[in-house]
């Protein structure tokens, strides 16, 4: 696609609740990158793929957290049992090959807004 | 870890003035980029100007430049002729080894008509 495309747009759940969290990359995008971003604050890095295999998941905040990106394109991003502490705007990135973030530069996605009530 | 700081929450402009944004950040590697990323109220986070440390010139990009001063871990960027597209989040990033990019908390820019 042209862009990185990030659905839903705005999710709003309840506490406790399961979400699921959907991200497109560019197309031949090899690399692909989750960020949380809270009110106020930048974004924080999640997670890094390469490929269908996670690279980097150090950003995790615990394992209510988990992404999968089964055929190396589409990612989905899940959080289990959440919390209101997860409200927050999730954003997906993409990049060509994954050489490093100084170079393969990462492009966004529009985000997801997750209200937790 | 690297740290990045943006200590303004909050710079106004007038249209057709120069504004600059201030950044510090912290850390123990010697090869790194910065970069800064303009985020409009649609969420989408946009690159604007790169810099590569091991670079002594300044980069600039149109009416974007860059006051990159690696001893004092200081990265400031400074937008001429502002217009009212560039109303925005700016954020200051840094890229070390590996894949990650560590923002800062964002500066708000306001430009007034």
């Known amino acids: 696609g042209a862009g990185v495309s990030q659905t839903p747009s705005n999710k709003v759940t309840e506490k406790g609740k399961y979400v699921e969290l959907r991200c497109d990359p560019i197309s031949g995008h090899t690399a692909l990158y989750w960020y949380r971003q809270s009110l106020g604050q930048g974004p924080e890095f999640l997670i890094y793929?390469?490929?269908?295999?996670?690279?980097?998941d150090s950003g995790l905040p615990n394992d209510r957290f988990f992404a999968v990106r089964p055929e190396g394109s589409v990612s989905t991003l899940k959080i289990q049992r959440t919390e209101r502490g997860d409200s927050a705007v999730y954003l997906c990135?993409?990049?060509?090959?994954?050489?490093?973030?100084?170079?393969?530069?990462?492009?966004f996605g529009p985000g997801t807004r997750l209200t937790v009530l | 870890a690297q740290t990045v700081t943006q200590s303004q929450p909050e710079m106004s402009v007038q249209e057709a003035e120069t504004v600059t944004l201030s950044c510090t950040y912290d850390t123990s590697e010697s090869d790194y980029y910065l970069f800064w990323y303009k985020q409009p109220p649609s969420r989408q986070m946009i690159l604007v100007i790169r810099?590569?440390?091991?670079?002594?010139q300044n980069a600039t990009e149109n009416r974007f430049s860059v006051n990159f001063q690696k001893a004092a871990k200081s990265f400031s960027l400074k937008i001429s002729d502002s217009q009212l597209g560039d109303a925005a989040m700016y954020f200051c990033?840094?890229?070390?080894?590996?894949?990650?990019?560590?923002f800062g908390a964002g500066t708000i820019l306001r430009v007034k008509s």
């Open positions: 810099q590569e440390a091991y670079k002594q």
């Open positions: 990135a993409s990049s060509l090959n994954g050489a490093g973030a100084g170079t393969d530069t990462q492009y």
């Open positions: 793929f390469q490929g269908t295999g996670a690279a980097d």
């Open positions: 990033a840094y890229a070390g080894y590996g894949n990650k990019l560590v």
